[in-house]
């Protein structure tokens, strides 16, 4: 910290004295100039006077077998793993930013090493995002090896989980959710139609894209398209009180009794109007009626599955930037990584310092990090609720 003091005063030229009890702070951010260190084991190799035969040491436990240390493994990794930079421009950037030097390949061996390092954790967590209560997924297009792949994300309160699979069938959706027993949210996939409708909710934002789609109908189709955007208008705006909490739970359900009934008798109305793509949503959407109301009367569920599908965002924009994976292997470090990344974000965590400690971990046969929430955490939303 810098103390500056006038001299002297700007309007008599006054010899000027004392202390400022409240100063104006002014605070300047910097990066130091950062440099790699090279830590240096040498093995000594000695001859055994009784055998005559040479003994190489060993390096100690927790010493990488490479060039490179955890962190340095770390960045690289989260480079291409995280943050969407591309192999080549990682490279560049590892030496621009922090003078080392690496080459493609060696950057690929960094990735498998903590792929492998942040494993165990991941799994961890996939176990834990099981026991929870709600939950939220989707999937999109992915490749793998030039083929057709899907990737996949599971998001609850505090672990998102990312999978990547050559499926996107059902077997792929009960590969994602596992053991999880709680609420669902996900759109109309037919993939979690096995998922019972008492403890499913349809996304309202795909309903709504929906409706708009009626209402640019002619006829009957876009009369009813329209009146359901109006309810739809209104079930929002009341659920936003309710978050704000300007309106209570009870109340929000006694306004949406109406609601309910009126969407129901639309939708109805829809499926003989006279259009045949209206027709058939609105028959889909009343296969799924139950689940169109979960949001109502329990807690910690969302009418949509923006959280879903803003964490497939990420992994969308690795499949441009790279065209998918190239291996198995590949897809692996993809989804842990991202899953890394995603829970981190949520938890308010450093991603940097967890992956560098489950890299150190590795090397020494210790215990790795968990990404499963501290308790105090979890406390704490029981208390924001």
Known sequence: MTAVKPESCEHCGMFLFGEDPEPIRHQVIDIPEIKPRADEWQLHALLC???????????????????????LQAIASMLTGTYNVSRRMAVGMMEDLFGARMSLGALSNCEEVVSEAVAQPVDQARDFAEKQAVGNADETGFRQCNGHAWAWVFVTQFVTIFMVHLSRGRK????????????????????????????????????????????ECRGEAGRIGRELRSETKKMFRWWRRVRDGTIKRSTFQEYMGPVKKRVFALLEEGTACGHGATESTCIEILAYEPALWTFIYHEGIEPTNN???????????????????????????????????????????????????????????????????????????????
Request: glycine fraction near 6%.
């Open 307 to 385: 959280a879903a599908e803003r964490a497939l965002r990420a992994i969308v924009l690795w499949r441009k930037r790279s065209f998918g994976s190239q291996s198995e292997r590949g897809s692996r470090f993809v989804e842990r990584m991202m899953t890394v990344a995603a829970t981190l974000k949520q938890q308010q965590r450093n991603i940097v310092d967890f992956v560098t400690r489950a890299t150190e971990a590795s090397l020494a046969h210790t215990r790795k990090p968990s990404l499963i929430p501290p308790v105090s955490l979890r406390r704490a939303a029981q208390v924001a609720m």
């Open 172 to 215: 792929a959706a009960q590969d994602l959710l596992g053991q999880f027993g709680g609420f669902l949210t996900s759109d109309r996939y037919k993939a979690y139609d096995y998922w019972k409708l008492g403890r499913r909710q349809l996304c309202w934002a795909h309903l709504r894209r929906a409706f708009k789609a009626f209402s």
């Open 49 to 71: 006077p009784k055998c005559g035969l040479m003994t190489r040491a060993s390096l100690p436990e927790g010493v990488p077998t490479g060039a490179f240390g955890p962190r």
